[in-house]
């Protein structure tokens, strides 16, 4: 809890930083209308890879210290069940995580709608950048689930995310995480389809890693591996 607790001091310190810096910048916060519903800002680089990026690496660190051999097997010692252990741990650190996330669109949104006619909901910019962080969050639990060592789970996580981020959304298209960052190239649909399958993705990804989590034989075989 301790961990928990400083990480979240460090991340507000972090957001507060990022946050003096956006809202200082005019080429950053500035806003161009493009669809309806949609904005186009360099705005969304910060809320949909920079930020989402900060919170996987905080799964990534906090799950691979309890999930080392030497503490997996006192985490085994422990009476608690094991979905417990994972998915409750996994939500306290989402929602400690999201505080900060939140009150930062939060901020965007009251400032995009004094610049602009065409007013934009919260729940519009919730839409459109959330499933991002809720995905790679959730991908983050995964791989470390499933490899138990940092060192792997950073190359395989930053492996997607260049491959990704690097072809600017031509290479996945409509497929492309990133896609709020480039929405002035697909469509409404296309726009709500992709964060619909990252949000359905997150919870296939969550209910995997509880699986292998609590799998015998796949903890047997990392036992013989290590």
Known sequence: MRNVRA??????????????????????????????????????????????????????????????????EFVNSLPISKFRFLFVRYLRISLLVFIPYTAMLCLFNHYANKKIENKVSFVRLLELTMPTALFLMALALFVIVLTRKLFYSVIICGSYLLFDASSMGNFLNDKTLFISMYVQKFSPKQISDNRVCFFM???????????IFRSKIYNQILDRLR
Do not use: C, R
Request: zero cysteines; aromatic letters at 20%; hydrophobic letters at 60%.
């Open 201 to 211: 993705l997150t919870f296939v990804l969550i209910l995997s890693a509880y699986l």
């Open 7 to 72: 990480l979240l001091f460090t991340q507000l310190g972090i957001y507060a930083v990022l946050s003096a810096l956006i809202f200082a910048t005019p080429k950053i916060i500035a806003i161009e209308f493009v669809k309806p519903y949609y904005l186009h800002s360099n705005f969304y680089f910060f809320m949909d890879f920079i930020l989402p990026i900060i919170m996987m690496f905080t799964i990534l660190i906090l799950f691979a210290e309890d999930l080392g051999k030497k503490n997996f």
